[in-house]
């Protein structure tokens, strides 16, 4: 991966995070973290990855946020100074899931040890 990707990857993850937190209301009593972006190396499309906290709101969040995609590419565009800007959709980040899954076993096999 280029340093121009890592570091497009950076600033759209750092901008939907702030645009998360400070613009969209219908995220109460929902913890939304953006985890990680994806750009294509041609900068056409980048994958925004979020872990969602209760878990079981999940999917509701994601379609949410995927029906009003117009809105927060907009916002996107206003705050990037780049060209051409990347068309983001956003996706579920499964790595924590499997992180948080493993945490579980290992200290399920811990606490069997003692």
Do not use: C, G
């Not at 613009?23 to 056409?44: C, F, H, M, Q, W």
């Not at 379609?63 to 927060?72: D, G, S, T």
């Not at 996107?76 to 945490?103: S, W, Y």
């Amino acid at each position: 991966m280029s340093k121009r990707i890592k570091r497009v990857n950076q600033l759209i993850k750092q901008e939907i995070s702030q645009i998360l937190l400070r613009e969209i209301d219908s995220l109460k009593n929902t913890l939304v973290t953006v985890t990680r972006a994806e750009t294509t190396p041609d900068l056409r499309e980048s994958k925004i990855f979020l872990s969602v906290i209760p878990e079981e709101n999940t999917n509701k969040i994601i379609k949410f946020l995927n029906r009003n995609i117009y809105r927060l590419q907009q916002k996107i565009n206003k705050r990037l100074h780049m060209k051409p800007v990347p068309k983001i959709k956003f996706v579920q980040d499964k790595i924590t899931k499997e992180a948080e899954k493993i945490e579980r076993i290992l200290e399920q096999l811990k606490k069997k040890e003692e």
